[in-house]
């Protein structure tokens, strides 16, 4: 890792503040919650971690090789698949700014394990990362499937796209429930419904719940 004197380049990523893809850390000292992040980051656009900077934009620097371990135990040992990333040190006022960059995964999802080694999905929404839901896990499932795919509505699916044009945002149990299907088979349609760009998931109150989008939210639906 090159030791570079990057005092204004730190402070421009410092002000743009933590963001889809950017966190600050003041510190590493668990590989496993840092494996999250970069589940997070793999799973959305990539992103870049800034170790040694508390959340509130000031500098703390890091005092050792120490969080480059974590880092390198995370990506390769917590997180499956491993997860590629780069690193440079930046010395800023007398201290060492850790920055980490990683890539938007190509092959998703990179799950994190928890300590039961357990595996689980995040993505990276705003400031947080947030666990993936069974809805995102077959967007990602049938976007690894090369075969092409014609989208026809059952009596199913029009009944959920009415429901979702009538009241607009709504659970996945409320889905299910509206639907009259099985868990699995509405996730699977909402998954394909959402790559077809007509209906999109939305994170609010700490829930992911599902509405049509803008351009269809007005349409007749056949």
């Known amino acids: 890792m090159k030791l570079d004197n990057g005092t204004t380049y730190i ?3 410092i002000a743009e503040g933590e963001h889809v893809r950017q966190d600050f850390k ?3 000292s668990d590989a496993r919650k840092i494996a999250k992040t970069l589940s997070a980051f793999a799973n959305t656009q990539g992103g870049r971690l800034l170790v040694g900077v508390k959340d509130n934009g000031r500098i703390a620097g890091i005092s050792s ?4 371990y974590m880092i390198d135990a995370a990506a390769t040992l917590y997180c499956r698949p491993t997860v590629s990333y780069t690193t440079e040190n930046y010395r800023v006022e007398g201290r060492t700014v850790l920055l980490v960059e990683i890539p938007e995964s190509e092959e998703k999802p990179v799950y994190a394990l928890d300590e039961e080694g357990k595996p689980w999905a995040y993505l990276r929404v705003a400031d947080e990362n ?3 839901t069974p809805v995102h896990l077959r967007i990602w499932q049938q976007s690894g499937d090369g075969r092409g795919e ?3 509505f059952t009596e199913h699916e029009r009944l959920l796209l009415q429901h979702l044009q009538a009241e607009g945002c ?17 996730e699977r349609l909402l998954a394909r419904l959402i790559r077809y760009d007509i209906v999109e998931p939305v994170f609010e109150n700490h829930r992911f719940t599902f509405r049509l989008m803008a351009s269809h939210s007005h349409e007749p639906l056949v």
């Open 11 to 13: 402070y421009s990523l």
């Open 26 to 28: 003041f510190e590493i």
């Open 65 to 68: 090789e120490e969080e480059v």
């Open 130 to 132: 947030i666990l993936a």
């Open 150 to 152: 014609l989208l026809a």
């Open 170 to 186: 709504l659970t996945l149990n409320r889905c299910c429930r509206l639907a009259r299907l099985p868990r699995y088979t509405t």
